[in-house]
């Protein structure tokens, strides 16, 4: 067999039959980066074979580098990836972004843990987030992505990028205990204030004979700082000298230049979160494994809120439900305050997941796999101050796999093919729906030689959706997803890949039928999404690294938007379909271990994306604008260096260019509150090993104290300490 690039060598390892059916399998071998983790297997839950770009990081590299408090922490210096995670423990508004999406399109993406599907796709926003709290820090093994729509084996959700966590599943006994502490100092507007918290995991293992299982249990209890604050633009106040006279109010601008005022802080975050996970593993025969997994999460979090206003005497001035609306007096200008506008609230959430696998393992002409995974709301209740009670008990979503690989003797191919299920059910006092997707898919991967290589999929779906009253018809859909993706090695350090892919997203139920507090609402009738993806990859070998070049471009019809329809009388606020987005960039990875000197290893990335509304009917002034929430650059940098046996320090840097929060692109101050800014962001990491068990560590995220936006204002300076121990 011919010698190819490390990127190739890697695939050939960890992908049976990459060389054809008669070429003997290599010894299994492992590289080690800072970001990717080549190893002699394949990964545990993804398709056999994988055609398109991807990337992973594994455990160790995580604890060197990372100050991990959350699952989606160990995201964040992947290539063209950011997560819109606010404060530790942020369990409602950790959107995933990619290339082409931005952190309001948490539909666009997908993520796993050990096959159970843990993206929310009841929704596309803020509030529909990954259940990330299903996997902690501590239990992931390996975490690898997946970019762009080019696999048949996912759905139309995959357009932007497949996030699959593998946790841990032992060979020997085990134990770990870890335990963390966090602060940050605050200051924003009126607020100045230290949030901090804690957090606590202990974990237990073993394999004895066929059978092996994994105990996982941990606490969070963080506070974190506002996330909201009360306002009212100044034009809203009536010069007069009625109302209570105040002091307090901050003076500033909002995204779309008004001058305003800062009344106040609310959505002071205190979470207690709860979880406990069970693995367990039996080999059924040498050939057949059953794997099943169960995990419950809780969470509790009190929103509590801070007002700014003091009247002569130097009392708090804020409407409450018992006082109502209040008038005050701002500068010469008097207003109306109701308590909507300092609504606390408390929320107590329960969720369980379950999945359970069997797999054959033959590793000859025939494997297959089978898949079933449940996730419950068994209690999500938000106690709104104003507002009151909002109940989705009883929300929750089911899967369905069962999949074959088929490698015919004496021939260059490995045959893919599946069929699944995926069910939605939403249900809340105002609305209620059900949605299902059942998809058949296939794909061939052809080693037409040792330098060529090529994989043509499809995938066929149909989609239901049912409405929560019968006036509103149901909807059913059928559309067809071709893939195709080719690569070719031209000498031992160079390989070329090119990708091609159909991705349809459908409606979600609450885009389809959620009736919200504002007045605006679903639409039944929307069309689904539809994307024609493509890449064109460079890899090159760099001694023991890898560089690789990326030109990818996304071409939407009918992407889905909350916008206002100006082309009817009156207008139409809600969800509807942008007529055509298209985006153009380029993505440059490195890795490069052992860079210019022994235990320094470098990763990095720069993105440039070119995504722009083509044609918006319902709303013109869009044409022509930035999509929301898709910078044109962005870029990353990791540097780790081992000290010795016992140090090892890194420095990470994060970077997101200006970018919009509304389509028509009429909000250009990003830094300030409602706002979407850019950020340079620097963190770094302390890693002291005492000896084989213990281990410590200190660390800092947003070392610089950058103060930036996404709606909500991320954390400032934090400081991280840990203490773990491992047998």
């Given at each position: ?34 970001r990717?983790?080549?190893?002699g ?120 990028a497949?996030?699959d ?22 200051q ?8 901090g918290?804690?957090?606590g ?23 974190g ?30 995204p ?19 979880h ?6 039996y ?94 709301y068994?209690?999500d ?32 191919h ?6 699944q ?19 058949l ?12 290589r ?5 995938r ?24 195709l ?9 160079w ?25 605006t ?76 000197v ?21 709303f ?95 954390t ?12």
């Amino acid at each position: 067999m011919k010698k190819h690039t490390l990127a190739m060598l890697a695939v050939a390892t960890a992908l049976p039959g990459l060389a054809g059916a008669q070429t003997p399998t290599p010894a299994p071998t492992v590289t080690e980066l800072d970001r990717v983790t080549i190893v002699g297997s394949r990964p545990a839950t993804l398709p056999l074979e994988i055609p398109t770009t991807t990337e992973s990081i594994d455990a160790a590299q995580i604890a060197r580098s990372i100050n991990a408090t959350d699952s989606e922490d160990a995201l964040k210096y992947f290539p063209s990836l950011n997560v819109r995670k606010r404060y530790i423990g942020d369990h409602d508004h950790a959107v995933l972004a990619s290339r082409a999406s931005g952190t309001g399109n948490s539909a666009r993406s997908l993520v796993y843990a050990d096959g159970i599907l843990l993206s929310n796709l009841l929704g596309n926003g803020a509030s529909y987030t990954p259940r990330w709290g299903l996997v902690t820090p501590e239990e992931i093994d390996r975490v690898d992505v997946l970019y762009g729509p080019f696999s048949a084996a996912y759905p139309g959700n995959s357009v932007g990028a497949v996030v699959d966590y593998v946790t841990r599943m032992p060979q020997a006994f085990e134990a770990h205990v870890k335990l963390q502490g966090y602060s940050q100092r605050y200051q924003q507007y009126g607020t100045h204030d230290r949030f901090g918290g804690q957090s606590g995991s202990a974990a237990l293992g073993s394999r004895e004979g066929g059978l092996s299982w994994w105990v996982n249990l941990s606490r969070l209890d963080s506070e974190g700082q506002p996330i909201t604050f009360a306002n009212r633009r100044v034009a809203q106040g009536t010069v007069g000298t009625g109302g209570t006279p105040v002091t307090g109010a901050v003076a500033d601008r909002n995204p779309s230049m008004q001058d305003w005022w800062i009344l106040g802080d609310t959505g002071r975050s205190h979470t207690v979160q709860d979880h406990a996970k069970l693995k367990l593993a039996y080999d059924l025969s040498p050939s057949l494994r059953a794997t099943y997994t169960v995990g419950l999460w809780r969470n509790e979090t009190e929103r509590t809120v801070n007002s700014y206003l003091r009247d002569a005497a130097g009392n708090t001035v804020q409407p409450t439900p018992a006082t109502g609306p209040i008038t005050v007096n701002i500068d010469g200008r008097v207003y109306t305050l109701n308590p909507a506008d300092f609504a606390s609230s408390h929320a107590q959430l329960e969720h369980l997941a379950q999945g359970l696998t069997l797999k054959s393992q033959t590793r000859g002409e025939w494997d297959w796999e089978a898949t079933a995974s449940d996730y419950a709301y068994r209690q999500d209740e938000l106690r709104n101050s104003v507002t009151g009670l909002t109940d989705m008990k009883g929300t929750g979503w089911n899967t369905l796999a069962v999949k074959g690989v088929w490698r015919p003797a004496g021939t260059m191919h490995t045959a893919e093919a599946g069929l699944q299920r995926d069910a939605f059910k939403l249900r809340t006092q105002a609305t209620a729906g059900d949605a299902s997707l059942h998809s058949l898919w296939m794909q061939d991967a052809w080693h037409i030689s040792s330098d060529w290589r090529a994989v043509l999929g499809a995938r066929l779906e149909r989609w239901d959706a049912q409405p929560p009253v019968a006036t509103q018809p149901a909807r059913r859909e059928t559309w067809f997803s071709p893939k195709l993706a080719v690569s070719h090695a031209l000498d031992d350090a160079w390989m070329l890949k090119a990708s091609l892919g159909r991705a349809v997203r459908a409606p979600t139920v609450v885009e389809l039928y959620q009736v919200a507090a504002a007045g605006t609402q679903g639409d039944p009738t929307l069309r689904p999404e539809a994307s024609w993806t493509g890449e064109l990859t460079a890899e090159r070998s760099v001694g023991a690294g890898l560089v690789r070049t990326t030109f990818f471009a996304e071409r939407t019809q009918d992407a889905l938007y909350s916008q206002t329809n100006v082309t009817v009388t009156p207008v139409v606020t809600g969800v509807q379909n942008v007529d055509t987005i298209r985006t153009r960039g380029l993505e440059v990875a490195l890795q490069w271990p052992h860079a210019m000197v022994r235990g320094l290893d470098l990763n990095a990335s720069l993105t440039y994306a070119d995504s722009i509304i083509v044609k918006n009917d319902k709303f013109p002034a869009s044409v022509g604008k930035w999509q929301p929430r898709v910078p044109r650059w962005r870029a990353t940098l990791l540097a780790s260096y081992k000290v010795d046996e016992h140090w090892h320090a890194s420095l990470g840097v994060r970077y997101s260019g200006q970018q919009y929060g509304t389509l028509d692109n009429s909000d250009p101050i990003g830094r300030t509150y409602t706002g979407v800014s850019s950020f340079l962001v620097a963190d770094m990491r302390l890693v002291y090993r005492f000896d084989k068990q213990w281990s410590a560590a200190f660390g800092i995220d947003n070392l610089n104290n950058e103060r930036y936006w996404a709606f909500h204002p991320y954390t400032q300076r934090s400081f991280h300490a840990e203490l773990k121990f491992d047998l």
